[in-house]
């Protein structure tokens, strides 16, 4: 009976060192979320940033993105939004980032078909967006 005690504390402890060892590598975009829009939007996505009290309007809160859209994250609108075109965040308070997403480009394809080249960077930011999602 001891010896059976003992191999299943030992196959168990086992367990708990691979369990423990594994880890979860962070989503690509965590970093340049982290960086360029929690000040704003906040850790989590609900628009509660530290700078939020600062600025005239309330930060959107990116975590209901999904649910304002049917249940459907708006990948395409949340694309247009970050990027943008040049003059557009003139007359808004989000900046532009377009130039702090240039760099490598890949082939993203609207929900219309549309083969579009865009920022992997910007790719990235959006699918964490998109796992902020409530």
Request: charged share 15%; proline share 9%.
């Amino acid at each position: 009976m001891g010896r059976i005690i003992a191999s299943v504390i030992t196959v168990c402890t086992g367990l708990v060192i691979v369990v423990g060892c594994t880890s979860v590598a962070p989503h690509p975009g965590r970093e340049t979320y982290t960086r360029y829009c929690s000040g704003c939007h906040g850790s989590t996505g609900l628009g509660n940033g530290p700078a939020a009290e600062n600025l005239p309007l309330q930060p959107a809160d990116l975590s209901i993105l999904k649910e304002a859209n049917d249940g459907i994250f708006p990948t395409e609108h949340v694309l247009t939004t970050v990027h943008g075109y040049p003059g557009k965040h003139e007359a808004s308070i989000m900046p532009e980032f377009g130039p702090l997403l240039d760099g490598p480009k890949q082939i993203w394809v609207s929900p219309g078909g549309e083969e579009i080249m865009t920022p992997v960077a910007l790719l990235e930011l959006v699918g964490y967006l998109e796992t902020l999602q409530r």
